[in-house]
């Protein structure tokens, strides 16, 4: 596995997530930008990617999920 190339495609993937709305507990943005900085060298590598998996992850399930509140709250009442 070409690690570089990898390291690459995470890190291209999560910067198109960076505007994902997610709770506020947890700012994705903040964390991108302090993943950003930790790309100093082939030393932290491993530990990087899965640092960008668990940040692209978890901004996959917040989309999804605030995508089901919207869907759930535009449904029309049923009639009785």
Known sequence: MDIAAELDKRKQEVQALQDVEVPKKMNV????????????GSQQESILLAELNTVAMFARYEQKAHA????????????A
């Open 29 to 40: 943005s903040v964390q991108i930008a302090h993943l950003r900085s930790e790309i100093i």
């Open 68 to 79: 089901q509140k919207y869907v759930k709250r535009c449904r029309p009442i049923p009639e």
